[in-house]
């Protein structure tokens, strides 16, 4: 019987041809939708994911200051008179100049609000100017006092604290290593439920690779298994003046797809 149309394609089919007497190895031929059978090895993907935990070793206070003004340079010397204030309470505290850091400086004119009955206004009625800087902290106990001195000194765009690992390559290394004894053990798994064993490793990827190629596996990919890429936690929000802070533990993550053949 004929069947017409792309109906014949909606499913995709899997064929093994188990080997005959004498034949010596066993194939997979896989269809897809708008591809025809290919003839193929066997082979299994695996995604491997590492995870290392370590406490943070440096704290970094942020803060900026906005002023606005009729006129642009009255804008200007205001932030900069602001900005003072909070860098000599910053100095006030024995933080350096080198643990100080311009993060972004910004200008821009002010317009009014908009009116439905006139439609938007172009008439610039004022400038604003905004200026942010970074505290790089090794003692991590003093960032809710470098937070405060921020605050109470003038910082009104915002102030945060975030904390980070200086040293993250050894500790990202052996989350790679990790990574690639999870992929081997789910591979291994696997194929010994199906009664496989791994062969030779055909490919491996940093990452959760989705684009494995025929040329990586000698077949068409018909399935992945894995898991989700994890993610550095995002820094905590600023805590109130006077509030306790504390950096918690971190997780540095690797994630790796291997392919191997199967005997």
């Given at each position: 019987?004929?069947?017409?149309?792309?109906?014949a394609l909606m499913l995709a089919a899997l064929c093994i041809a188990l080997p005959a007497q004498g034949a010596a190895k066993r194939t997979i031929a896989v269809a897809v939708e708008g591809t025809?059978?290919?003839?193929?090895?066997?082979?299994?993907?695996?995604?491997?994911?590492?995870?290392?935990?370590?406490?943070?070793?440096?704290?970094?206070?942020?803060?900026?200051?906005?002023?606005?003004?009729?006129?642009?340079?009255?804008?200007?010397?205001?932030?900069?008179?602001?900005?003072?204030?909070?860098?000599?309470?910053?100095?006030?505290?024995?933080?350096?100049?080198?643990?100080?850091?311009?993060?972004?400086?910004?200008?821009?004119?002010?317009?009014?609000?908009?009116?439905?009955?006139?439609?938007?206004?172009?008439?610039?009625?004022?400038?604003?100017?905004?200026?942010?800087?970074?505290?790089?902290?090794?003692?991590?106990?003093?960032?809710?006092?470098?937070?405060?001195?921020?605050?109470?000194?003038?910082?009104?765009?915002?102030?945060?604290?975030?904390?980070?690992?200086?040293?993250?390559?050894?500790?990202?290394?052996?989350?790679?290593?990790?990574?690639?004894?999870?992929?081997?053990?789910?591979?291994?798994?696997?194929?010994?439920?199906?009664?496989?064993?791994?062969?030779?490793?055909?490919?491996?990827?940093?990452?959760?690779?989705?684009?494995?190629?025929?040329?990586?596996?000698?077949?068409?990919?018909?399935?992945?298994?894995?898991?989700?890429?994890?993610?550095?936690?995002?820094?905590?929000?600023?805590?109130?003046?006077?509030?306790?802070?504390?950096?918690?533990?971190?997780?540095?993550?690797?994630?790796?797809?291997?392919?191997?053949?199967?005997?």
């Open positions: 019987m004929k069947i017409r149309g792309t109906a025809p059978l290919v003839a193929a090895d066997r082979y299994v993907v695996m995604v491997g994911e590492g995870e290392v935990k370590a406490m943070p070793d440096t704290a970094v206070v942020s803060g900026g200051v906005v002023t606005k003004a009729r006129d642009a340079s009255d804008a200007l010397h205001d932030n900069a008179q602001a900005m003072a204030k909070v860098i000599a309470a910053l100095k006030a505290l024995g933080i350096t100049d080198k643990q100080i850091a311009t993060s972004s400086i910004g200008f821009q004119p002010v317009y009014p609000p908009y009116d439905p009955k006139t439609g938007q206004s172009n008439k610039v009625i004022g400038y604003q100017v905004s200026n942010s800087l970074r505290v790089t902290l090794s003692d991590l106990s003093r960032a809710g006092e470098v937070l405060d001195a921020l605050i109470d000194n003038g910082a009104n765009q915002y102030a945060s604290i975030g904390f980070e690992i200086k040293d993250r390559a050894a500790l990202e290394e052996k989350a790679r290593v990790e990574a690639g004894k999870d992929a081997l053990k789910r591979a291994m798994a696997y194929a010994g439920s199906v009664g496989a064993e791994l062969g030779t490793v055909r490919s491996i990827r940093e990452g959760m690779d989705s684009s494995i190629s025929a040329e990586d596996i000698g077949a068409f990919p018909d399935r992945y298994v894995g898991g989700a890429l994890a993610r550095l936690p995002s820094p905590p929000p600023p805590p109130p003046p006077g509030t306790m802070v504390q950096a918690g533990e971190q997780t540095i993550s690797a994630t790796v797809t291997v392919v191997w053949a199967l005997k």
